[in-house]
T-cell receptor
Framework: DTAVSQTPKYLVTQMGNDKSIKCEQN?????MYWYKQDSKKFLKIMFS???????INETVPNRFSPKSPDKAHLNLHINSLELGDSAVYFC???????????????FGPGTRLTVL | QKEVEQNSGPLSVPEGAIASLNCTYS??????FFWYRQYSGKSPELIMS????GDKEDGRFTAQLNKASQYVSLLIRDSQPSDSATYLC?????????????FGGGTRVLVKP
């Protein structure tokens, strides 16, 4: 009965490669997010989608491209991976997209990306 | 100035004592405040949310909000070794598009038996 799931859990790859991380939620939520948590534990939002529409796009290199095929899925594709992309990437979801101030976000288990 | 600030710790407390964590935020119009707990190698887990000035209690946890002073705190009563984790403060700025949350860097708590 996993609420927010991500694959893979670990991803080790070489610089310059292209990789994807997948996220799925079975909570019936309308909004999904991608966060990056660096080695200093700062958790920073990257993107948010509401019903397949991009609503948050923070200052993120355009090598990062989110894709939402439907409201239960949000994938993150990263081109030309760099050493600085090494981090833990968390997917999250919430019922709405902020019209209600009380929208709680639920996090997936994370994907630890290591770029060598 | 960072938007959401927390003391990184570690905050070391003996078992059974009260752990007190503080968080300050810069955007005065912020309306929603959250405390997440994150165990090492795990994802953040919501433990408390608070929206109005004052105290909100849930089991051993109490969140306190003071919008005039722009701080939110978390008290953990009767601390247990299982409370050892990093506690992240998150704030929803006013008029934030798409339910954007801004997180502090977290406070690491160590509860010693």
């Amino acid at each position: 009965d996993t609420a927010v799931s991500q694959t893979p859990k670990y991803l080790v790859t070489q610089m310059g490669n292209d990789k994807s991380i997948k996220c799925e939620q079975n909570l019936g939520h309308d909004t999904m997010y991608w966060y990056k948590q660096d080695s200093k534990k700062f958790l920073k939002i990257m993107f948010s989608y509401n019903n397949k529409e991009l609503i948050i796009n923070e200052t993120v290199p355009n090598r990062f491209s989110p894709k939402s095929p439907d409201k239960a899925h949000l994938n993150l594709h990263i081109n030309s991976l760099e050493l600085g992309d090494s981090a833990v990437y968390f997917c999250a979801s919430s019922q709405g997209s902020g019209g209600l101030s009380r929208d709680t976000q639920y996090f997936g288990p994370g994907t630890r990306l290591t770029v060598l | 100035q960072k938007e959401v600030e927390q003391n990184s710790g570690p905050l070391s407390v003996p078992e059974g004592a009260i752990a007190s964590l503080n968080c300050t935020y810069s955007d005065r119009g912020s309306q929603s405040f959250f405390w997440y707990r994150q165990y090492s190698g795990k994802s953040p887990e919501l433990i408390m949310s608070i929206y109005s000035n004052g105290d909100k209690e849930d089991g051993r946890f109490t969140a306190q909000l003071n919008k005039a002073s722009q701080y939110v705190s978390l008290l953990i009563r009767d601390s247990q070794p299982s409370d050892s984790a990093t506690y992240l403060c998150a704030v929803r700025p006013p008029a934030a598009a798409g339910n954007k949350l801004t997180f502090g860097g977290g406070t690491r708590v160590l509860v010693k038996p």
